[in-house]
């Protein structure tokens, strides 16, 4: 069993800059590749960056690409998101997951277990 915990969220201004960690506890098996998603109210839950278990692969979407920097420190057991020049439209929960699979994948069904979740509000 694996528990993935967030913290990092808050209100921010446009512009302005935050980083989220999501501490990792259980089986470390089980974390392999690992990812961030954001789900804004009414909209689905999408990925926003994807790394795998020794941090050599990462993915990101276009959208966020040069913004958004996804990394992890195993031996500390957390996975980080440092986000920069963030918007209005970055507002929403943004949730850490992690799973058996050694292939970063955007689909959430995919991923075995899911934080709560931290939300991230940025102003005009």
């Known amino acids: 069993q694996v528990q993935l915990v967030e913290s990092g969220g808050g209100l921010v201004q446009a512009g302005g800059s935050l980083r989220l960690s999501c501490v990792v506890s259980g089986d470390s098996r089980s974390s392999n590749v690992m990812g961030w998603f954001q789900q804004a109210p009414g909209k689905e839950r999408d990925s926003v960056a994807g790394?795998?278990?020794?941090?050599?692969?990462?993915w990101y979407p276009d959208s966020v690409k040069g913004r958004i920097t996804i990394s992890r420190d195993n031996a500390k057991n957390t996975l980080y998101l440092q986000m920069n020049s963030l918007q209005p439209e970055d507002t929403a929960v943004y949730s850490c997951a992690a799973m058996w699979g050694k292939t970063i994948t955007t689909t959430p069904p995919l991923y075995n277990f899911w934080g709560q979740g931290t939300q991230v509000t940025v102003s005009s």
């Open positions: 790394i795998t278990k020794r941090g050599d692969t990462t």
